[in-house]
């Protein structure tokens, strides 16, 4: 169960210590107007609250009269990796509650506020640190405070993320996702809920994997779906902003034999989410495998019509209905590292943005599209009949891999409604990521 460090005299402690700006005093607007954003501040930037306890820390903004309290999370971290807090394998904080320069402080640009420096300290505040946020592109900016408290500090009470762990169901203020009982490497529902402002209903029906590969000479011939790969969840941090989760994976080779393990990370934050697709090569291909490929996409579901289909090279939309026009059956399969599905009709205009980006891919590996909408092609397993907007990408050149680990990321955000030109919102989150910069302020 979740610990909730919101509680009675929390808030109290929030009433008493949010003190009201003196009349005159000037406050610099906020220009940045990023609102999708996820910020992570490293501990190395904020040495000024080394050491302290986590309870006594709080993330500030102002607005027009006062100090408020943002909703942000501290997340261990030692060697570059997470410890989580909840499962077979939760990790004990080694910093004995104390915030260290390994640890990252999480929390949404939405939250952010104007400049705030020159005004008092809340009451009882012992040091304040100046958090910038930056849009690299035009400059604009925003800011949140860091402040350091003798005691318990005021927190926020707002809670964006939630981990359903026997579901395997992650849930936000923006969207839901949820795993296949029965292929829980796979999705099985993704939805925009009404309290967002979508429809609520799932556009997965299953997300699929199909692998392929044949040995030399043709001796053998090896074809695994989803339902071949597991994923055991390890650890997991289901905080305010984001929940962090690791899982084991691997996939059942022969009978019940399995391949080598990868334990892979992912995290959910209140707008989207990224996760790893990792592919562990432990010998030269080649040397084995005459051919080699992977598929990964996901099959929808056929209840939610009037949806289109964008990429980079159809951005006019090709409309979802289970059967292939003759525009689909030339799509430009042309590797395009983002697209969208979203709905045309008034009572679901929602739709999901997605991108997927190779991480030290050789230059004989590409990801071209992968698309068939035709319900009358079988794809088990399944629960709708047929292919019904299947859409995702290959992976070409498996073939003439080297030893070692490759990395897919994958990012996905869920989207209101889009118009072409809305995708650029979201690729700027890992092209052009925000910029942030500290400083210690004195007291006025």
Same mark, same amino acid.
């Given at each position: 169960?979740?610990?909730?460090? &919101?509680?009675?005299?929390?808030?109290?402690?929030?009433?008493?210590?949010?003190?009201?700006?003196?009349?005159?005093?000037?406050?610099?607007?906020? @220009?940045? #107007?990023?609102?999708?954003?996820?910020?992570?501040?490293?501990?190395?930037?904020?040495?000024?609250?080394?050491?302290?306890?986590?309870?006594?820390?709080?993330?500030?903004?102002?607005?027009?009269?006062?100090?408020?309290?943002?909703?942000?999370?501290?997340?261990?971290?030692?060697?570059?990796?997470?410890? $989580?807090?909840?499962?077979?394998?939760?990790?004990?904080?080694?910093?004995?509650?104390?915030?260290?320069?390994?640890?990252?402080?999480?929390?949404?640009?939405?939250?952010?506020?104007?400049?705030? @420096?020159?005004?008092?300290?809340?009451?009882? !505040?012992?040091?304040?640190?100046?958090?910038?946020?930056?849009?690299?592109?035009?400059?604009?900016?925003?800011?949140?405070?860091?402040?350091?408290?003798?005691?318990?500090?005021?927190?926020?009470?707002?809670?964006?993320? @939630?981990?359903? &762990? +026997?579901?395997?169901?992650?849930? @936000? /203020?923006?969207?839901?996702?949820?795993?296949?009982?029965?292929?829980?490497?796979?999705?099985?529902?993704?939805?925009?809920?009404?309290?967002?402002?979508?429809?609520?209903?799932?556009?997965? #029906?299953?997300?699929?994997?199909?692998?392929?590969?044949?040995?030399?000479?043709?001796?053998?011939?090896?074809?695994?779906?989803?339902?071949?790969?597991?994923? %055991?969840?390890?650890?997991?941090?289901?905080?305010?902003?984001?929940?962090?989760?690791?899982?084991?994976?691997?996939?059942?080779?022969?009978?019940?034999?399995?391949?080598?393990?990868?334990?892979?990370?992912?995290?959910?934050?209140? /707008?989207?989410?990224?996760?790893?697709?990792?592919?562990?090569?432990?010998?030269?291909?080649?040397?084995?495998? +005459?051919?080699?490929?992977?598929?990964?996409?996901?099959?929808?579901?056929?209840? &939610?019509?009037?949806?289109?289909?964008?990429?980079?090279?159809?951005?006019?939309?090709? $409309?979802? #209905?289970?059967?292939?026009? %003759?525009?689909?059956?030339?799509?430009?399969?042309?590797?395009?590292?983002?697209?969208?599905?979203?709905? /045309?009709?008034?009572?679901?205009? +929602?739709?999901?943005?997605?991108?997927?980006?190779?991480?030290?891919?050789?230059?004989? !590996?590409?990801?071209?599209?992968?698309?068939?909408?035709?319900?009358?092609?079988?794809?088990?397993?399944?629960?709708?009949?047929?292919?019904?907007?299947?859409?995702?990408?290959?992976?070409?050149?498996?073939?003439? $891999? %080297?030893?070692?680990?490759?990395?897919? $990321? !994958?990012?996905?955000?869920?989207?209101?409604?889009?118009?072409?030109?809305?995708?650029?919102?979201?690729? #700027?989150?890992?092209?052009?990521?925000?910029? !942030?910069?500290?400083?210690?302020?004195?007291?006025?």
């Amino acid at each position: 169960m979740k610990q909730r460090l &919101v509680h009675y005299i929390s808030a109290i402690a929030t009433l008493l210590s949010l003190i009201l700006l003196p009349i005159g005093t000037s406050i610099a607007s906020k @220009t940045l #107007d990023r609102t999708p954003d996820p910020v992570v501040v490293r501990g190395d930037l904020l040495a000024s609250a080394h050491r302290i306890e986590i309870r006594r820390l709080a993330l500030l903004g102002c607005d027009s009269d006062r100090w408020r309290p943002v909703p942000f999370q501290i997340d261990e971290r030692l060697h570059d990796r997470y410890v $989580l807090q909840s499962g077979p394998e939760a990790e004990a904080d080694i910093d004995w509650g104390r915030f260290d320069a390994d640890d990252e402080i999480a929390f949404m640009v939405a939250d952010t506020g104007p400049r705030c @420096t020159g005004l008092p300290f809340p009451k009882d !505040v012992e040091n304040i640190q100046e958090i910038e946020v930056q849009d690299p592109v035009d400059g604009s900016r925003a800011y949140v405070y860091l402040a350091v408290y003798p005691d318990t500090a005021p927190r926020s009470g707002t809670d964006y993320v @939630t981990y359903n &762990v +026997e579901k395997n169901l992650i849930e @936000t /203020t923006d969207y839901t996702i949820g795993y296949h009982a029965e292929a829980p490497i796979s999705i099985s529902r993704l939805a925009v809920p009404r309290r967002a402002g979508g429809s609520g209903q799932s556009v997965a #029906d299953r997300q699929k994997i199909r692998a392929r590969a044949v040995t030399v000479w043709n001796i053998l011939t090896i074809s695994k779906n989803e339902n071949d790969f597991r994923a %055991e969840i390890l650890a997991y941090t289901d905080g305010p902003v984001r929940v962090v989760r690791r899982t084991r994976n691997w996939v059942r080779l022969f009978g019940r034999v399995p391949s080598p393990s990868v334990e892979l990370t992912s995290v959910y934050w209140k /707008t989207g989410m990224q996760f790893p697709l990792k592919i562990r090569v432990p010998f030269r291909v080649p040397r084995f495998f +005459e051919e080699a490929g992977l598929r990964v996409y996901v099959d929808t579901p056929p209840d &939610v019509p009037g949806r289109k289909f964008y990429n980079a090279h159809n951005r006019q939309g090709m $409309l979802i #209905d289970g059967r292939m026009s %003759e525009a689909e059956r030339h799509v430009d399969t042309t590797p395009s590292d983002w697209q969208v599905v979203a709905g /045309t009709r008034p009572e679901h205009r +929602e739709g999901w943005f997605s991108r997927q980006v190779m991480i030290d891919a050789p230059q004989s !590996v590409s990801m071209p599209l992968y698309y068939l909408d035709d319900a009358s092609t079988p794809d088990e397993p399944e629960r709708y009949p047929g292919c019904f907007g299947c859409l995702g990408f290959e992976l070409d050149g498996l073939d003439e $891999l %080297e030893k070692g680990d490759y990395t897919i $990321l !994958v990012q996905m955000f869920p989207l209101l409604s889009y118009r072409p030109g809305d995708e650029k919102a979201f690729l #700027d989150i890992y092209d052009r990521p925000l910029v !942030v910069r500290t400083k210690v302020l004195a007291k006025p």
